[in-house]
């Protein structure tokens, strides 16, 4: 887990910094405590007594992805195809991230699709993958970005397209309050970029009902 953070924390600022440490458990509810106050409540009123230990477990769940590995995830591969030469597509994976500016929730959806060369991967892991990256402060182009990036890697598939269309509750539920735009990222590499009628067909698909 931790090289995994160490990893991320230094990939995501370009910098050498030294890994954050990791606070206790203790600390994080004390960081809850003070946001309670700071929102104008008292943290030692009964109905909030117990608000730490539910944020912390549920920070716990939103943000189980710094411990995982996607590269993991996809590892075990099928060569035996069967002469299958197509796309392989998944419509509609739930996204529930958070995005890394305002630790606000951004839930939508997520399709993805490659083009397998001689490789494919049990397609649960490609949702699995969308997860993983989702379970970490993100932004959604960034996310977009990792989910390729990791399918390019593991299976060196002849192409991969990831599009994303999310709502973000940081633009709904505060600030500029638009509470129907919802934002589309999408990556091309390979085949679906050099190839629009494949990256039409991708399109298409997502499209579909
Ligand atoms: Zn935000």
Request: proline share 4%.
């Amino acid at each position: 887990m931790d090289a995994i953070r160490e990893r991320t924390l230094i990939g995501a600022a370009g910098l050498d910094l030294e890994p954050a440490r990791r606070p206790t458990r203790e600390e994080a509810m004390e960081a809850v405590r003070t946001l309670i106050a700071w929102s104008g409540d008292d943290p030692r009123r009964e109905g909030v007594i117990d608000t730490p230990k539910r944020v912390v477990d549920a920070y716990a769940e939103w943000f189980e992805g710094y411990a995982a590995d996607p590269a993991k995830e996809l590892s075990r591969t099928f060569e035996d195809v069967q002469g299958y030469d197509d796309i392989v597509m998944l419509r509609e994976i739930e996204v529930e991230s958070h995005c890394e500016h305002h630790m606000a929730p951004f839930l939508g959806k997520a399709y993805v699709a490659y083009m397998p060369t001689n490789r494919v991967v049990g397609i649960s892991k490609i949702a699995r993958v969308v997860e993983i990256f989702a379970r970490r402060l993100q932004t959604q182009e960034t996310m977009t970005q990792q989910i390729t990036d990791a399918i390019c890697d593991s299976l060196k598939p002849a192409g991969v397209a990831v599009l994303i269309d999310a709502a973000h509750q940081c633009m709904t539920t505060r600030g500029v309050h638009h509470r129907h735009v919802t934002t589309i990222t999408t990556q091309f590499r390979g085949v679906f970029k050099t190839d629009p009628t494949l990256r039409q067909r991708f399109l298409d698909f997502v499209n579909r009902g």
